[in-house]
């Protein structure tokens, strides 16, 4: 009877016999066994990998040369088995050939966007994407003669409309952060096919158990683990998934980037995972609820959540999404003041940026993200200092409720 070893690989489930997302979020990309008949895999804490001698040696380079990805590695920059296990499981999650984990969000957005476009080349972005992915696209890469044409969220005739002979890339967020916009993935994928342009998705807010872009067509998905995925707030982390011709270069970027999780992070992602599907589904009850709760009361003036009909993009929604997810943004009448008495008063949410974590957080955007930002900039975004973002977690939905209810009637 053979023994798994410390140095073998973990097993690759490319394509697992099951399809439930809370089993593929707990199982996929795992080996049935581990060395020392552990029950949870090991955490592989090296920097480095060792060769039995020069014949070892030679035979890893030989077929190197002919694999994308070898059955071991050399050095920690380029993979470690813990970290390939975490990443099969996230690849299987979303239907995709490969994920690549780097080392935040952002991380998987500039990578992703500084090896497919060049010189020369243009961009199209929706307008209600992560602030710092803005000004990355619109500062950074402008430097490097990469042009950028920013449309309305969700508009896929104004999408259409600015492709052009030197348009390479469509790259947005749905849901939108902070106003949730959802963009119609399939008309997306289909507009580019049609121009050879290619589709880029950051679906952070969804999480795969609630949208799965690559179904619908898109090239590649983008997500910050940080948030959902890992769901605790204690680590930082970002994937890449999608087809393995996209991918290839993007892991060949990741070992000259650096831009790599350490086994320690890979594992504390692989335990979050495993209960991903319940909380999920909690999260997205607790915020179908709270935004119902919100919108009937008669201090708040607008709430944004698809699911509710109210939203602009709840037909959308409804057609791609199996949940709604647990982020919701919201004004209440009065000004930036009102909002900070309100949140002051509220005993469980934490005021914190982020999302996606087992604890509530709550946020005035205009003092989070865009503080240092021009007052005209901001209000030509749609964020007004009464603007509030609240990031549901798995609490009890009715204690959530009382807790709002109580700080409303402060305002």
């Known amino acids: 009877m053979s023994h798994t070893t410390l140095s073998e690989p973990p097993c690759r489930t490319t394509a697992p016999p099951w399809r439930g997302t809370s089993t593929l979020a707990l199982h996929a990309g795992a080996s049935r066994h581990h060395p020392y008949h552990s029950l949870t895999p090991p955490i592989i804490q090296t920097a480095t990998y060792t060769f039995t001698d020069t014949a070892d040696l030679v035979a890893f380079m030989e077929e190197r040369m002919f694999m994308s990805k070898p059955l071991r590695q050399e050095y920690g920059r380029y993979g470690n088995p813990t970290v390939q296990a975490v990443e099969a499981r996230l690849a299987a999650l979303e239907g995709g050939d490969e994920a690549i984990l780097v080392s935040s969000g952002m ?19 929706t307008g209600d994407c992560y602030h710092r992915t803005r000004t990355f696209v619109q500062r950074v890469l402008r430097r490097f003669g990469i042009a950028c044409t920013v449309v309305p969220p969700g508009d896929l005739d104004a999408i259409a409309a600015h492709i052009g002979p030197r348009t390479r890339l469509i790259l947005s967020e749905t849901p939108t952060n902070p106003f949730l916009r959802c963009l119609d993935l399939e008309g997306l994928a289909a507009i580019a096919r049609r121009h050879g342009v290619r589709t880029v998705i950051d679906s952070t807010f969804a999480t795969p158990l609630n949208q799965r872009p690559l179904d619908f067509g898109i090239d590649l998905v983008i997500h910050s683990v940080t948030k959902y995925l890992a769901g605790h707030n204690d680590l930082m982390a970002g994937v890449i998934i999608g087809r393995g011709d996209l991918t290839v270069p993007l892991r060949e970027s990741q070992s000259m980037f650096g831009a790599v999780v350490d086994p320690t992070t890979a ?63 919201f004004e209440i009448e009065g000004d930036g003041e009102a909002a900070a008495r309100f949140i002051d008063a509220l005993h469980l949410p934490h005021i914190a940026p982020s999302l996606g974590g087992v604890d509530s957080l709550i946020e005035q955007p205009a003092l989070m993200s865009y503080y240092d930002t021009d007052p005209e900039v901001r209000l030509s975004l749609g964020i007004r200092d009464e603007l509030i973002r609240f990031a549901v977690g798995i609490e009890d939905s009715e204690d959530l409720i009382a807790d709002l209810e109580q700080a409303l009637a402060r305002v």
């Open 267 to 329: 594992f504390a992602i692989g335990r979050g995972l495993q209960t991903l599907g319940l909380r999920i589904e909690r999260q997205n009850a607790n915020g179908l609820a709270i935004a119902r709760y919100l919108e009937g009361h008669p201090k708040v003036r607008r709430v944004w959540y698809p699911g509710l009909p109210s939203h602009p993009d709840h037909a959308v929604a409804c057609r791609q999404m199996r949940g709604f997810g647990g982020v919701i943004s």
């Open 107 to 125: 991380a998987a957005v500039t990578t992703t966007l500084l090896i497919l476009l060049s010189a020369g080349d243009h961009l199209i972005m």
